[in-house]
């Protein structure tokens, strides 16, 4: 891909003003030498920073790159991911967040100790840290490399180099309250970059007669890729199995990862409160509504031109290699790195909080001032990056890099999800019980994909994890005599009543937009 003065000066001057906004937050925020500060913005995040750094920790190559190459092959129906995504924000508004706000819950490993144990927190937050970095940032920081390798022809090694420096930049340089705040840059360029090739895409299709004709030509030379429902004889059953693909396993695999997962969570227990971490899972709950049109799209429209590629992944980088016009290539890559940046940074910033707070303080120096808990999480994002910057080229050669993500996110997400939610929901649940889950949380759906290798894994992850949460429930009921260890579990009397009317009837707008988009696309 060539590039003109134009692009380059627009790239350049949306690496300035992230690099310039973040240097002056950096420099207030490091006034203030605290964990807090640094980990969770000192509880400073208002509603639009909450939602924005959601989506922008949320949204990453994984969405532009692997999304998009899903939709490329199956269409439509991966669109499930983001649309049912933001009724689970909503969820986690209502039920989750007013438990963890008012038990001062910082980090997910707390709330297991706080709930259970002292053990049970130990172990998850060892297993979340290597997730986050061998999966997590390890894919987000190779998909991104791969469009920078795809546009640019330059090395996956180098490409790897250049995004986790930027990443590290803003991960390490003042903490929550620098990302939050560049994230709202970030997200504007993702969403307008973004939504620039969206146009330029079906306006191809259409031979220069607009987005709305190119739309109906994609509809019209592809239907088979409109349906949110596939057929068992579809390819791609394995991966979105039918009616199942909407009811069954994308729930546990989206509550866990919007209501348990440290690096999404973390942006709304930085808020000023409740109200406003309420209404900024909200605010993210309407921009996943826009992030079907921004990947999934694209990957429709590079199948209906009939991309020259390899493997679906190389979708959305194969559109602007062609059909991007000069002075606007540039802007349309800023959106792209935007994306990767912003999602690795958090994902760097939430591993590094777990190892400073729940294992080093908690294990290896329990005295341990602010300021050096500070510098320690500092280390450990750099040395975090540098991990999963080398381990980064092992992924070449995968041909559905979020399908990737998601089954091997999936062997993790029911066991968890059973804990949270019986120990949240259930005061009876018991550390004994949970210390089981934690056990067979890997070895049960490893064993189903054994016993029965045809099973979709969304399927897997369903009875995965009803297997998990009746083994904590029996073990719970036969414990009932013995002690609890730890403190009762109770949740204050009307801890879930709203009382927020604009969180309420934008709650319903949104169910209702995303009814109607489910009976246009069934």
């Known amino acids: 891909m060539k590039f003109s003065f134009i692009d380059i000066l627009v790239f350049l001057i949306y690496c300035a003003i992230v690099v310039v906004v973040g240097i002056i937050v950096s420099k207030k925020a490091n006034k203030k030498q605290d964990s807090n500060s640094y980990f969770f913005a000192g509880n400073s995040l208002p509603w639009y920073l909450v939602g924005s750094s959601v989506i922008a920790a949320n ?7 692997g999304m998009s190459g899903s939709a490329f092959a199956m269409g439509l129906t991966i669109a499930t991911y983001e649309w049912l995504g933001a009724i689970m924000l909503i969820m ?4 989750f967040l007013p438990i963890f706000i008012r038990k001062n819950i910082l980090t997910m490993p707390q709330f297991l100790e706080v709930r259970y144990n002292h053990r049970i927190k130990t172990v998850l937050a060892i297993f ?34 250049g995004v986790a420096l930027f990443a590290m930049f803003l991960a390490v340089g003042g903490g929550l309250r620098t990302i939050a705040n560049t994230d709202v840059i970030q997200v504007v360029f993702l969403v307008l970059g973004g939504l620039t090739t969206t146009y330029l895409a079906l306006n191809t299709v259409s031979d220069g007669q607009g987005f709305l004709k190119g739309f109906s030509m994609l509809m019209e030379k592809a239907p088979e890729k409109f349906h949110m429902i596939l057929s068992r004889s579809d390819p791609n059953y394995k991966y979105m199995p039918g009616i199942r693909s909407i009811l069954g396993g994308i729930w546990i695999a989206g509550i866990y990862y919007f209501g348990a997962n440290q690096y999404i969570i973390q942006k709304a227990l930085g808020s000023k409160n409740l109200r406003e971490a309420q209404r900024g899972m909200l605010f993210a709950g309407y921009l996943k509504l826009i992030i079907p049109i921004l990947v999934v799209l694209p990957g429709i429209a590079a199948y209906v031109l009939k991309a020259d590629i390899a ?6 980088p194969w559109l602007l290699d062609r059909f991007i016009p000069a002075g606007l290539k540039g802007f349309v890559l800023a959106a792209l790195i935007a994306a990767i940046v912003s999602s690795s940074a958090a994902i760097v910033n939430s591993s590094a909080t777990i190892f400073s707070i729940d294992l080093y303080k908690s294990h290896i120096n ?9 510098k320690v999480g500092r280390i450990a994002s750099v040395i975090i990056v540098i991990i999963a910057a080398l381990i980064g080229t092992l992924l070449e050669g995968i041909e559905q890099v979020f399908q990737f993500i998601q089954e091997y996110t999936g062997l993790v997400s029911p066991g968890i999800t059973a804990m949270f939610v019986l120990g949240l929901f259930w005061k009876k649940t018991t550390a004994r019980a949970a210390w089981i889950a934690v056990l067979i949380t890997i070895p049960v759906p490893l064993l189903l994909k054994w016993i029965w290798p045809e099973l979709p894994f969304l399927d897997n992850m369903v009875v995965s994890f009803l297997i998990i949460s009746l083994q904590m429930i029996a073990v719970t009921l036969l414990d009932k005599n013995k002690p609890v ?16 009317r604009k969180f309420i009837w934008f709650s319903v707008a949104l169910a209702l937009i995303l009814s109607l988009l489910y009976y246009i696309f069934w």
């Open 59 to 65: 949204i990453s190559a994984e969405q532009f790159i």
């Open 128 to 161: 979340w840290l290597f997730l986050f970095v061998f999966i997590n940032l390890t894919t987000h920081l190779f998909l991104g490399a791969l469009a920078l390798k795809t546009i640019f022809g330059i090395s996956l090694g180098y490409a790897i180099t």
């Open 485 to 500: 260890e730890g403190k009762e579990w109770v949740l204050p009397k009307g801890i879930f009543n709203i009382r927020d």
């Open 366 to 374: 329990p005295g341990i001032s602010e300021a050096n808990l500070v």
């Open 311 to 316: 493997t679906p992944n190389e979708a959305y």
């Open 92 to 95: 986690v508004g209502i039920w």
